[in-house]
């Protein structure tokens, strides 16, 4: 390649090679600004973390003291023995795990399902329902609340783990990206294992699941951090102190508890626990997922 | 799904394996059948029932759909002014935050793409605050924003400056919240920007540097034009985003939509009128106009992208 490229610039470049030494030297230059500039920013978008945790750690009356102070006199993790006592973080917590679990779950058997069929089966309706499935990803769920609401409400569900879960499972983009990974894959699996009798149940949980290990993985992580996350159903649906997420739950710490700052801080921190690992344990699979569906 | 197979076994003598296909239809049918009734029933069942709901006098506190009031709710709903201001801060809060949400992202992934070392560090500043839930970013932008003893104001006051009021000035209120959202969601578009990098090819910017192009030169002629539909696709998923924006609003004013209303937005009005004053017919009439704004911008950006397609 860089011989290729060698050999063009004498065409159209040649007057321009004197400017290259002058234009060569500012520039190393100002790649260097430009990186200690990006670093700057990197690092001011971690303070609002960084003083959320520094505060949690505080005792109380250190964290109203003016000048504002990143220095801990005395360290303590009383706020987050406080937060486990005076808030129901703990039963929260189970809510998310129990809630973001199940509905991750279901959202990849439903979906990698549907996927598999709208790929490798031929029956009647298919394109409609691949049709369906297509408008469904521009319908924006977080407009239906209101109706979602009522529809729970007409049949007495509101405060369980039923309204909490199951609407959160239809997610017609993760169809799509198991549609679009089984189109990829070879169908000779699949012809040869039928020829040989096997049921298309076999065949999807035999060849076509474990092949889809990348897919599932990528909807796996995101539905999770994304159910996990997610405020405004859970908040609607979940009134009862003990049915809340955490995401619920924190929204009352925040208006709740009036100003003990560093309790509102360590349930900052606890509420982003989970997340954090999520993250550290699988950053490439979420980088990877981000850039694929979104660009797909 | 019987239905389906029905007419087949009427008639099996027309078909060559009958049985074999037959179970084939049967098995697809019943592939798609568990999402396609959670789908029926949690997006498409909610989209019927705010149409209907949207004619009645629908109550949250009386069973059933209430009496028939024809298109009185839309007419209630065009002619309120708290409509057309929670709406009007919906799009000012987009045209506000959107630019910095494209154009920061952008230059911080081609600042970062070409380092050899240490993009794990950038990915974990700009990324990490995108995976947090949104009542974490409010906890803690509560905290930040708070007067006295909170650390933005704290600094304003170490360079002597007064406190401008970040949650209690009718004006700023809602630029606070673009800052919020800023800092959250800046990681997202700024891994797709540096995946679109990546598939850039390399000798496009060896070949511009071996013709002297200087590195603002490179990132204008080369880099922005081939991550033109990154950029479209960055810009519309933000859009849509952004008009469904509620969760910071709700958490960070405490449910208020902000001194004197002056920063509720769309989903916060519905939710205000829909549950809190429990009038769920007038807040699915609402929840439909919003519905319908952001599907249009949905539709326009696929036939912007069909275009796009069909002109490289």
């Known amino acids: 390649m860089s011989s290729h490229a060698a050999e063009t610039p004498s065409r159209p470049a040649a007057p321009k090679a004197r400017d290259r030494q002058l234009v060569q030297r500012p520039d190393v230059l100002f790649r260097r600004c430009v990186t200690g500039v990006v670093i700057a920013l990197a690092l001011l978008w971690l303070v609002p973390v960084a003083w959320a945790l520094d505060t949690s750690l505080k005792a109380e009356p250190d964290t109203i003291k003016i000048p504002v102070s990143w220095a801990i006199p005395h360290l303590t993790l009383s706020a987050y023995s406080l937060d486990f006592s005076a808030t129901d973080i703990g039963r929260w917590y189970i809510n998310s795990a129990i809630v973001a679990v199940i509905v991750t779950v279901l959202t990849v058997f439903t979906a990698s399902m549907a996927g598999y069929a709208l790929s490798r089966q031929r029956f009647r309706g298919k394109p409609l329902v691949y049709a369906a499935i297509l408008a469904g990803i521009m319908i924006p ?143 490439r699979q979420i980088v990877e997922g981000v850039a694929g569906t979104g660009l797909k | 799904m019987s239905t389906a197979a029905l007419p087949r076994t009427a008639r099996p003598v027309s078909r060559p394996r009958p049985g074999r296909l037959r179970a084939g239809e049967l098995a697809g049918a019943g592939f798609v059948a568990p999402f396609l009734v959670l789908y029926a ?42 409509f057309w201001q929670a709406m009007w801060h919906t799009v000012l809060f987009t045209l506000v935050s959107t630019p910095f949400l494209i154009v920061l992202p952008l230059l911080f992934a081609i600042a970062v793409h070409r380092l050899s070392h240490g993009r794990w560090f950038f990915r974990l500043a700009f990324f990490l605050p995108y995976i947090l839930p949104s009542a974490v970013i409010a906890l803690i932008w509560t905290f930040m924003y708070e007067p006295a003893y909170g650390l933005l104001d704290g600094i304003l006051h170490f360079f002597g400056l007064g406190a401008p009021g970040w949650l209690s000035s009718t004006t700023l209120t809602l630029y606070s919240i673009v800052i919020v959202t800023i800092w959250w969601t800046i990681g997202f578009n700024f891994v797709l920007f540096v995946a679109g990098l990546q598939d850039i090819p390399r000798d496009l910017y060896e070949a511009a540097e071996l013709d002297g192009a200087s590195w603002w030169a490179q990132v204008r002629r080369i880099t922005i034009p081939m991550l033109g539909r990154t950029i479209t696709l960055v810009a519309v998923l933000q859009v849509i985003a952004s008009l469904k924006i509620f969760d910071q609003v709700y958490l960070i004013t405490q449910g208020g939509g902000g001194p004197n209303f002056s920063a509720r937005v769309a989903l916060e009005y519905i939710y205000d009128y829909g549950f809190t004053s429990g009038r769920v017919g007038y807040g699915s009439a609402a929840s439909l106009v919003l519905f319908v704004v952001i599907l249009v911008i949905s539709f326009a950006w696929l036939a912007l992208v069909r275009r796009q397609e069909k002109g490289v």
């Open chain 2, 41 to 82: 029933l949690f997006l498409i069942l909610p989209l019927v029932l705010a149409v209907i709901m949207s004619l009645f006098n629908t109550s949250l506190v009386i069973p059933g759909l209430g009496t028939f009031v024809g298109l009185k709710n839309y007419g209630e709903l065009f002619s309120d002014d708290y």
């Open chain 1, 141 to 283: 769920p977080q407009a239906l609340m209101v109706p979602l609401f009522r529809e729970f409400q007409s049949v007495h569900l509101i405060n369980t783990y039923w309204a909490l879960i199951l609407p959160q499972v239809p997610a017609p983009i993760a169809v799509f990206i198991f549609k679009k990974f089984f189109d990829g894959q070879p169908i000779e699996l699949d012809q040869a294992a039928r020829v040989d009798g096997a049921s298309w149940w076999t065949c999807y949980r035999r060849i076509g699941l474990p092949l889809a290990r990348s897919a599932v993985s990528a909807v796996a992580i995101f539905t999770f951090v994304w159910t996990w996350n997610n405020f405004l159903w859970p908040f609607l649906s979940a009134t009862n102190q003990n049915m809340m997420t955490i995401p619920v739950g924190l929204g009352t710490v925040i208006s709740g508890t009036g100003i003990i700052n560093a309790l509102q801080m360590a349930s900052a921190v606890l509420g982003a626990l989970p997340l954090v690992m999520v993250f550290l344990l699988g950053q």
